[in-house]
């Protein structure tokens, strides 16, 4: 009865996870979930108020398919702003989430057999996507020895006649890894001449603890013609509910491509959406976007330190994002196994790192509060003890 194509999806591993959590919760069961990929903290009241304004005018009717005039400007005036990058209103979509976004990519450009380069770890949704879409996910696989970054060489080998798209995600989910510019700049390098798409997921641009983000559009000129743009405002501003992403690109014919399709799929984004996503984009959000970045930062300090100390696991420090790619090696090379046993044994939910595309490893997220950090590693760490 069903199609082939969606017979060869397979659910959300993280939303599955997350809502498992919440069900053995409210039947009272003592759970600590670090499984959820999303900000614990609320939405910033100025973003709130402006919903409830465009709720009260009556803002409520379709809107034109990529956004209203207002909110691509925002768009634009936000990459200009904080990523040196031009693109037109006429260049921008914004979707339901950056997930959508994502989604509208991969119909678009990908046909049946193409191949979509992706370095593992990677989030869950991007190989589902790629055979939902008809093509191949061919992935680099990167170990916390190596930092979790794939080298310009990794990617040169990966490339064949039928590579389409290359598909990188700075900050990282699961690993927090973030590329700096010379890295971004020698990755661009391997496919000048090429005519591979590169679709960069810059979610995580907020969360950054060391260093500084780069987006990879801006890395040159070449860079830039040949990069999808993908954001939100989901971690940044605490918005996962509200549904909004965003893409740039400056491929004019691309981007007519996919307004095409959400013409015929999900038309606009919620319009009042839409209006409190400015106060998002145009600053008016930073003082709390800063607020949750350093309160992420104490957190990550703390998880990083605990698991550190705990001879059977081992954490790089992540440079962004709020999740740790915790090593378990030492007791468990099976991370599905690991993270059921974990659930039921001692009700602490993480992420097997098998999901991500890595065995060995699972993904804590630190996006909950220092007790719950503190009491969680501890079972984490006492049932280690009991399998080893
Ligand atoms: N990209 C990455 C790397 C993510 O972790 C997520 C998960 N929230 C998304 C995209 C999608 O986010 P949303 O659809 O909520 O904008
Ligand atoms: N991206 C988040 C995560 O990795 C949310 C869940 C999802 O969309 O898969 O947990």
């Given at each position: 009865m069903l199609t082939k194509r969606i017979n060869s999806l397979s659910p959300?591993?993280?939303i599955a996870i997350s809502t498992l959590a919440?069900?053995?919760?409210?039947?009272?069961?003592?759970i600590l979930s670090f499984s959820a990929g999303e900000?614990?903290?609320?939405?910033?009241?100025?973003i709130k108020e402006e919903a409830i304004k465009a709720i009260n005018e009556g803002f409520t009717r379709y809107t034109p398919v990529p956004g209203i005039p207002e909110l691509l400007e925002a768009i634009a005036a936000?990459?200009?702003?904080?990523?040196?990058?031009?693109?037109k209103p006429s260049q921008i979509i914004a979707s339901n989430g950056a997930k959508h976004s994502l989604f509208n990519i991969m119909q678009a450009l990908i046909e049946e057999g193409d191949e979509v380069i992706i370095p593992s770890p990677y989030w869950v949704t991007y190989p589902e996507l790629v055979t939902y879409s008809g093509g191949k996910s061919v992935i680099i696989e990167t170990q916390d020895s190596d930092g979790f970054k794939i080298t310009p060489e990794q990617l040169k080998a990966a490339i064949t006649p039928k590579t389409k798209m290359l598909i990188l995600t700075s900050p990282s989910n699961p690993t927090g890894a973030v590329y700096t510019r010379e890295e971004l700049a020698a990755l661009?390098?391997?496919?000048?001449?090429?005519?591979?798409?590169v679709v960069s997921d810059e979610m995580y641009e907020k969360l950054i603890y060391d260093g500084t983000f780069t987006a990879t559009a801006s890395v040159s000129d070449d860079m830039y013609r040949r990069t999808i743009t993908v954001n939100g405002l989901s971690k940044s501003v605490a918005m996962t509910g509200w549904r909004f992403g965003y893409l740039a690109s400056a491929n004019e014919e691309l981007v007519a491509a996919m307004k095409k399709l959400q013409s015929q799929s999900t038309s606009n984004i919620c319009?009042?959406?839409q209006k409190a996503a400015i106060a998002g984009l145009d600053g008016r959000a930073d003082a709390d976007i800063e607020m949750m970045r350093e309160a992420f930062k104490k957190r990550?300090?703390?998880a990083v330190a605990l698991f550190n100390e705990d001879e059977n696991l081992s954490v790089l420090s992540p440079a962004g994002a709020f999740y740790l790619f915790v090593n378990i090696k030492k007791v468990s090379n099976d991370s599905m196994q690991f993270c059921k046993d974990l659930l039921?044994?001692?009700?602490?939910?993480?992420?097997?790192?098998?999901?991500?595309?890595?065995?060995?490893?699972?993904?804590?997220?630190?996006?909950?509060s220092e007790e719950q950090i503190k009491e969680g590693i501890a079972r984490i760490r006492a049932f280690c003890k009991t399998i080893k």
């Open positions: 959300s591993l993280t919440g069900e053995l919760k409210a039947q009272g069961k003592d900000p614990d903290f609320g939405t910033p009241q100025v936000k990459l200009k702003r904080d990523n040196n990058l031009d693109y661009g390098k391997v496919l000048e001449n090429t005519d591979i798409w319009s009042i959406t990550r300090d703390l039921s044994e001692k009700g602490v939910a993480v992420v097997p790192g098998v999901g991500f595309g890595s065995e060995g490893y699972f993904r804590f997220s630190f996006a909950s």
